[in-house]
Structures are given as C-alpha cells and as structure tokens.
C-alpha cells in the first residue's frame, strides 16, 4: 500500500470514503485542513470521512531511498515531475477562473457606462427643455451644473427650421407683452351670460354616419371646416350660406381639421383620420378645392394635427405613440418622435402660442410638454385618472387647459409647472373639446353641452345645451364677440347677441 500523495507506504493509514485512496494520515488531515477536498477527486471531505487501516503486521517504513543509485535517482525525479504538473495544473485551474471572473466585471463596466452615457444625455437635455420652456415663460431658469458631459448621438431639427421657430416666437413673444390686458371693446362677462344661439346649419355630412367630429375656422371667420364620421370633410362659406366643397378620399371617421391660417381667400385646408392618414387639401383653380398631398403619417389612427404660428409647419400626433413635424411646402417628415413609454398612444396635440413647445395628451392620463427644438419631454402632469381627450393653451402663454374621462377639467401655470385650479364637471359628463378665446379670459368646455367658465378663477359664466348630441368643436370669434360650436347631431351652432 501506497500512500495517494507521497507516494510512499504510510505509517498510519487511512483510506478516503469518498476516492477510495489510501494516504498517510497526518498527510491527508493536514490537506483537509488546508483546502477541505478530496486530493483526488475534489469533492468535499472531512477528517470524519477517513477510516482508518488496520493492519497485521504494522507496516514497517521503509528506509529513505538512497541517490546513490540511478532507480533511486529516477524515483526521486519522478517525484518531483509529479508534483510539478499537478502544481501546473492547479494553476491553470486558477488561471481560467480569473479570466472568467475578469469578463464578466468588464461586460458589467461596459454596461454600466453605456446606462450612464444614455442617462446623462436625458438629463442634459431634459435641463436644456426646462430651460427652453422657463425663457419662454419668462421664468428664470436655475443655474446649471458644472458637469462632464457625455457626447451622445441624436437627431436634430434643421438649423433653419429652428432660425424660424425662434425668430417667430420672439415676435409672438413681444406682440403678447404688449397687450397683456384685453382692449376696453373686449366682450365682458355680463355680455357672455347673455348669450344665446342666434343662427345654426343644420343637416351637414351624411346621416348615414351622422355627427360632426371636429371644426376649425378660417382667418375671415367666413369659411368653417368640419370633419365627419361619415369620413368626408366639409368647407362651408359663412356668406353664402352653402357647403363649397364635400372633400372625399379618406377610409374612416375624420379626427381632426385645420386651416393653415394664412390670411388669403382660400387657404389650405388640413386633415386627419383614423385611416392613418393626414390630407392636405388646396384650391389652386377654379375647380375649387382638390387633393394636394396625402401622407401616410403614423401606423395608428391619427389623433390630432396642429399648425405651427409660422404657418409653414405643422405637427400630428397619433395612437402609434408617435408625433411627427412636416413642412407645408414638400409634407415630408421634418422629424417623428416615437415615446414607447406611452402604450396607448398619444389622444391629443397643440402648439404653444409661441410655438416652441408641443402639448400633448395620452391614453395614459397624462399631459406631456415637449421642447420642439431638442425633441425631450420638458414636463409631464400625471394628475388626471383618465384618457386625456383635449386640451387647449391660453393666448397669455403660461396657461394649458386639460381635460380627460374622469370628468375633470384642470387648468396649469406653466410657469410653475402646477396645477392651478381644478373643474370638476357633472356625473357622466363627456368632454370632447376645449378653447380659450383669444384674450385668455374666458374657456369654453363642449361636450355634453357647452359651459363657459371664467379662466382667472374659475367661475361659471354660462351654459348652452341646444345641442341633441355631444359637442365635438369650439371655436370663438376674435374679442370673444362670439361662439361657434359644432356637434354630433350634424348642426352648427352661432352664440352671441343680436
């Protein structure tokens, strides 16, 4: 019997549960002692493990072998190649290990600078949005951080797209200073309370989808644009008392129109539906209006379209959590901004008066505010519990007003980023639309009916319910002589005095 480690007969021998080797005793303990394995097999192994060899006779030791001899020579040798190898060995165990270990920690190192390089570029230009929005507010925007930045890729707005945002925003900034307060033939509260319905157009778009879904006016106030479920789109002129122009073309219930709100007779008219399709309709001959460009702008129904104040833009918005900027002259993608944040997609859009930021509401209840320019989410209001179903900015530029399905309209200082006031509206009341006149004085809310509230403090001025169906479209006439309301039993309706 040899021992499994010296290779020689051992005085006390022991034999291991776990290999079956026998080993010198004092060997094998002190083994254990140091590592806790099994010398041949690795496994986990314990003084308790080793049993002990009883023999008869005892084992004699041998005498040491003698190098005076070439077989003791070489047996020597052979021992120390041994145990070279398996020290060899042992290390190359050691050597794999480490190098494992050591990639692992590098793949984590890059992971890590790859989360901090995409969080630093949120935050700068999360601080950059702030900024942008606070200088338009005329809120003075905190100091920034000295910080090392990191150089991320991103896709920027056209330098001259954004000479043109900014150089209309500071004109519409200094014409807005300069008349702060409404004009002394501006209409007063005691002439809104008596307003009543003092025309209407009834029976417009097809009965077999009845229902007006969406209105906008022109710079003249003579021609009204009117979207259908019936999937048509409608200009009728004011003078003539007729319906100019039935616009066919689109697949599906008309969500939103616009004029471009240029001050010529005819102007370019606008819109969306959920076919997933923005039309933009012109009246170049004597035809009258035609098909000018059609855009496949979104991958789910189109929500809401936009014009920006310079009227060479415009935006749309959609339920593919995508909004999308467009130039009037060639209707491509100026840029499209996805959010997959947004799983139910975007309800709503509207520029700023000064138009360098978008407001925009969600299936998720919340209202973001956009910084145009940098394509970032400056703020969000979460404080609504339902889909967001309108919303509508102020002339004054610091005022947005929401509304949602849990029947609340909130109005928000856009310089504070809060919630000012809060309009809690009847059990079952639908909210469709929202308009400011275009003095910030008054807000007109449709849907079940029309209310009209005072902006400042929230008090209720008036209230129509002419209509047989809900109201889908405000509009009100400039010093808010006037109120144009569109609904779903196919009518227009005129509020004002004799």
Request: proline fraction near 4%; charged fraction near 25%; aromatic fraction near 8%.
């Amino acid at each position: 019997m040899f021992c499994a480690i010296s290779g020689e007969a051992p005085e006390h021998p022991v034999v291991s549960v776990k290999s079956g080797n026998i080993f010198e005793k004092r060997l094998i303990e002190k083994y254990i002692t140091d590592n806790g394995k099994d010398p041949i097999n690795g496994e986990e192994l314990t003084v308790d493990d080793l049993i002990e060899i009883k023999t008869i006779p005892e084992t004699v030791k041998p005498r040491p072998p003698l190098l005076s001899s070439v077989p003791s020579l070489l047996s020597s040798l052979q021992n120390e190649w041994d145990s070279v190898m398996l020290e060899s060995f042992t290390l190359k165990q050691q050597y794999q290990q480490v190098r494992q270990e050591l990639s692992h920690a590098l793949y984590q190192n890059d992971a890590a600078t790859r989360v901090i390089a995409r969080l630093k570029k949120e935050r700068d230009a999360a601080r950059e949005a702030l900024a942008n929005v606070q200088a338009h507010l005329g809120t003075p925007a905190p100091a920034p951080v000295q910080e090392d930045t990191m150089e991320v890729d991103s896709k920027a707005i056209p330098v001259e797209v954004i000479q043109k945002f900014e150089s209309t925003s500071e004109a519409l900034s200094q014409a807005r200073r300069s008349k702060k307060k409404a004009p002394a033939d501006f209409t007063s509260v005691d002439t809104v309370k008596e307003f009543k319905e003092v025309s209407s157009v009834p029976s417009l778009h097809s009965a077999r989808s009845p229902g007006i879904s969406c209105l906008d006016v022109n710079h003249s106030e003579n021609l009204i644009l009117t979207g259908g479920n019936d999937k048509h789109v409608q200009i009728y002129n004011k003078a003539e008392e007729k319906v100019i122009a039935n616009l066919t073309g689109h697949t599906k219930k008309i969500t939103s129109v616009k004029f471009r709100g240029q001050e010529v007779e005819n102007d370019i008219a606008i819109s969306a539906a959920a076919d997933k399709q923005v039309r933009i309709w012109s009246n170049t001959t004597e035809k009258g209006y035609k098909l000018g460009h059609s855009i496949t702008a979104h991958k789910g129904e189109v929500t809401g379209i936009s014009v920006h104040p310079s009227k060479d833009y415009f935006v749309s918005s959609g339920l593919d959590s995508k909004w999308a900027l467009y130039d009037f002259e060639n209707t491509k993608p100026i840029v499209e901004v996805f959010d997959e944040e947004i799983q139910a997609g975007f309800t709503s859009i509207a520029f700023h008066p000064d138009g360098m930021i978008l407001g925009a509401g969600t299936g998720n209840a919340a209202v973001q505010i956009w910084d145009v320019k940098s394509q970032t989410i400056a703020a969000t209001f979460g404080e609504h519990t339902g889909k967001i179903q309108a919303l509508a900015f102020s002339e004054n530029g610091y005022i947005l007003a929401t509304a949602s399905e849990d029947n609340l309209v909130k109005i928000w200082d856009l310089r504070k980023l809060s919630n000012t006031k809060t309009f809690t509206l009847p059990e079952n009341y639908k909210v469709k639309t929202l308009s400011f006149d275009n003095y910030g004085q008054y807000l007109a809310v449709g849907g079940t009916d029309i209310t009209v509230f005072k902006a400042k403090d929230g008090s209720l001025i008036t209230n129509f319910s002419d209509n047989t169906s809900d109201v889908t479209g405000l509009y009100w006439s400039p010093l808010a002589r006037g109120l144009l309301s569109s609904s779903l039993d196919r009518t227009l309706r005129f509020y004002g005095t004799n």
